[in-house]
Nanobody, 124 residues
Framework: QVQLVESGGGLVQPGGSLTLTCAAS????????LGWFRQAPGKEREGVSC????????YYADSVKGRFTISRDNAKRTVTLQMNDLKPEDTAIYYC?????????????????WGQGTQVSVSS
């Protein structure tokens, strides 16, 4: 098991940027695929971006390709999501998740450990 804590959310204007950071503790992070997910009001939790255990495979949702970048640092036990050109439709609670194993596809049901979430609001 790993414990995950997200930070970096907030209110930003359209076109702005935010960087979310997930700090992990507990089990060796190299054993886990890591991902960022989001849940908007009235919608199911969806995968935004996931990274395999050694960053060999990266997934981005079509809606964020070219705008978001995921990176992980197993030594520092962090995974970040750099978000650029934010749009109102990016507004959601963003969660960091961990999956003990290799990443297949970026599905919330594959992930076992979760952070508490951080709110991202994009509006003018």
């Amino acid at each position: 098991q790993v414990q995950l804590v997200e930070s970096g959310g907030g209110l930003v204007q359209p076109g702005g940027s935010l960087t979310l950071t997930c700090a992990a503790s507990g089990s060796t992070l190299e054993a886990y695929a890591l991902g960022w997910f989001r849940q908007a009001p009235g919608k199911e939790r969806e995968g935004v971006s996931c990274a395999s255990r050694r960053d060999g495979n990266i997934y981005y949702a079509d809606s964020v390709k070219g705008r978001f970048t995921i990176s992980r640092d197993n030594a520092k036990r962090t995974v970040t999501l750099q978000m650029n050109d934010l749009k109102p439709e990016d507004t959601a609670i963003y969660y960091c998740g961990a999956h003990r194993g290799r990443m297949g596809v970026c599905r919330p049901t594959d992930y076992e450990d979760w952070g508490q979430g951080t709110q991202v609001s994009v509006s003018s």
